[in-house]
Every structure is written in structure tokens, then in C-alpha cells.
């Protein structure tokens, strides 16, 4: 007969003491070698790997649910309304984060609940059955975190939460230092009379990028011109501010615009009064997103490497949750600029001057 002694009868579903009996372990080596976690020999991890797939064991979920506690389920949120975190096509910034997550969640064995940024979404954060989420560049005092702190879950930013006195963990998007490179493009291109536009909400995005503007502008002795529009007004909110930039500072040549959706209705609205882009003004964003790329025209933007910041929130997250006195911060890639045809240098048409 060629019955294995150990294997488990084709009707029985092989168990985890069927794997510790087929690998001569423990029950604990064998939970602890299969979920990767405490101290197990890496060889004796493989082969307990091994035994277990060829027994055709699977965890059940719901004993293991009822032992640790846990869902083995996290949540990715963000406070950026779509208008200007998604725009139309809802394929932006926090889509972009999303895809990424998603796969990085199930390597780490979660599934990921994409929660997205509506009021009503904000009643199911105490339902939400979760081990712990990431959030997308909250505001300061942002209430989801506060609401998800209240119930003792584990929470990570994506960008630093500002005005905090004990910061989350978080991955450092270093915008500080995307910003100056913006505004170094544009000098290099020829501006000399830059302008920021920002978000209102206090936001890392818009708090570390003022601040490397106005360093710059005391650097470079530039006046300070800057413009702020409401997230929630999208593209059109852009062109409001825009417009009323234009209006109190018609010398403006160049504007840096963080947000896309807010450099788009700069765009628009600089074509709208007859100005060109970039030969009278130019403009930058930080996203290169679908939005900059089908600009017209072409919006220069960043790479701020987004696949490889989902993969390092979801790891900080993971560490966090399983109580290994995680990191509390995690540096993002450097961005690399994306030179576009809206700062594009017309040969001799700008002054070189201070």
C-alpha cells in the first residue's frame, strides 16, 4: 500500500496538527513558520511551507479569528475629497495608492477596505470590522484618525500629520523638498514673479510647501505671492484663485500649483483671458497623474513614486499591528521631476535678471 501514515484522509481537511505531525514540530513552530512571525529556523520555516502545501492545508479563518482577535483586514482612507483626490475619472491620486496597497496587504495575508472620502463613510468607521488603516496626507486633528484612535486601532499616514504633538507613524513624502524642486525648475526655466497656490486645509502637503516657498522667495528676494482655494471646488476652485492671483499681481510668470486638479483650472483659466502656457505663464503641479499628463498643455509634474509608498505604508502598518515596536518613521523615495511642455522656455522671451 502506498498510504502516507501521516497524510490525512481525502475526506478530512488537513488540519495545522497534521502539518506539526508530518514536519516532527510543534503546533506553535508551525502557526509561527506559516504567518512568518517569531523566532523559527528560516530552513525549518520553508519546509513546514513545503509539508503544508502539499497536504493541501488552509487556515480556517474563523479559529484563527477567534484565537488572536483579529480580521486580518485594514483600511486605506483619506480626507481629500475626490474632487481633488480622484477628479472625474476617480483615477487619481488615492486610486493610484490603492492599486499598490491592495497588493501589498494581501503579501502581509489582509484584505484591504478602500473607505472613500464622503461624509456618510465617516458613520461606518466604528462598524468597520479592521485590524488597524492607513490614511491618505490627513489634516491636522483630522477626525477620522481621532475616531479610529478612539476604538485602539493602529493608524499610519501617508505624509505626515501636522500640528500634531505626538505624530503618527508615517511616510515622510518629503514635500519640503518637492516643492523647492519645482520652484527651482521654474527659476531655471526663467520665472522670476512665482506664485503658490495651495489647498485651505492644513495638510502637509500645502503646510511644507509654503514653507519651502517662502524660504525660497527670502532666498531668491522674491515677493511672497500666495493663493489658496478649497479642496471641494476642484478644478473650478483652482481657476477662482487663479484668476484672482492674475488680478491683483498681473505680473505673475509662473505659478506652482501642488495640486493638479487645482493646476488644471489655472490652466483653464489662464487660456480664458488670452494668456499663454508656458510662453506668458508657466505652471507646475506636484501629482503626475492622468490629470498633468492630459492637460493641454502637458503639465510638468513629479514621480513621487507612489507604487513603492503604498508598499512601505502597508509594511509600517503590518509592523505596527503585530506589536513589534514599529518604526515611526519611513522616508519615501526621492521624487524625480517630470519636465512637461507647460514650462517650457521660449528661447530669449525671459528676462535673466535678480
Given amino acids: 500500500m502506498n498510504d502516507h501514515k501521516n497524510a490525512p484522509s481525502p475526506a478530512r481537511r488537513p488540519t495545522i496538527a497534521d502539518v506539526a505531525e508530518a514536519a516532527g514540530v510543534s503546533r506553535t513552530t508551525v502557526s509561527h513558520a506559516l504567518n512568518d512571525r517569531g523566532q523559527v529556523d528560516p530552513r525549518t520555516r520553508e519546509r513546514v511551507k513545503t509539508i503544508a502545501a502539499s497536504l493541501g492545508y488552509r487556515p480556517n479563518l474563523r479559529a484563527q479569528r477567534l484565537r488572536t482577535g483579529r480580521s486580518n483586514c485594514i483600511a486605506l482612507l483619506s480626507s481629500m475629497p475626490f474632487a481633488v483626490a480622484g477628479g472625474p475619472s476617480r483615477l487619481g491620486f488615492m486610486m493610484e495608492i490603492a492599486a499598490t496597497a491592495t497588493e501589498a496587504a494581501l503579501k502581509q495575508g489582509l484584505a484591504l477596505v478602500l473607505v472613500p472620502p464622503m461624509q456618510e463613510a465617516r458613520g461606518l468607521l466604528d462598524e468597520l470590522d479592521i485590524d488597524g488603516a492607513v490614511i491618505i496626507e490627513p489634516v491636522a486633528n483630522d477626525p477620522q484618525v481621532e475616531q479610529l484612535q478612539r476604538r485602539g486601532l493602529d493608524v499610519i499616514s501617508i505624509g505626515r500629520q501636522p500640528a500634531m504633538s505626538r505624530a503618527l507613524p508615517y511616510v515622510d513624502l518629503q514635500g519640503g523638498a518637492t516643492g523647492r524642486m519645482l520652484l527651482e525648475h521654474l527659476r531655471t526655466q526663467g520665472a522670476r514673479r512665482i506664485a503658490l497656490l495651495i489647498g485651505e486645509q492644513p495638510r502637509h502637503s500645502y503646510v511644507d510647501v509654503e514653507q519651502a516657498y517662502r524660504d525660497f522667495c527670502h532666498e531668491y528676494r522674491m515677493d511672497c505671492l500666495v493663493a489658496r482655494a478649497d479642496e471641494a471646488g476642484g478644478e473650478a476652485a483652482g481657476a477662482r484663485a487663479c484668476q484672482a492671483l492674475l488680478q491683483q499681481h498681473p505680473e505673475i510668470d509662473a505659478i506652482c500649483a501642488p495640486v493638479d486638479a487645482f493646476a488644471v483650472g489655472a490652466v483653464s483659466a489662464l487660456q480664458s483671458l488670452g494668456i499663454r502656457v ?77
Fill in 278 to 354: 508656458p510662453d506668458d505663464v508657466m505652471v507646475a503641479t506636484r501629482y503626475d497623474g492622468l490629470r498633468a499628463r492630459n492637460c493641454t498643455p502637458p503639465l510638468t509634474a513629479v514621480d513621487l513614486h507612489l507604487e513603492q509608498v503604498a508598499s512601505l505604508a502597508i509594511e509600517l502598518l503590518f509592523e505596527h499591528i503585530n506589536g513589534s515596536n514599529g518604526r515611526t518613521l519611513v522616508r519615501a523615495p526621492a521624487a524625480e521631476l517630470v519636465a512637461r511642455e507647460s514650462t517650457r522656455s521660449p528661447v530669449g522671451s525671459r528676462s535673466e535678471g535678480p
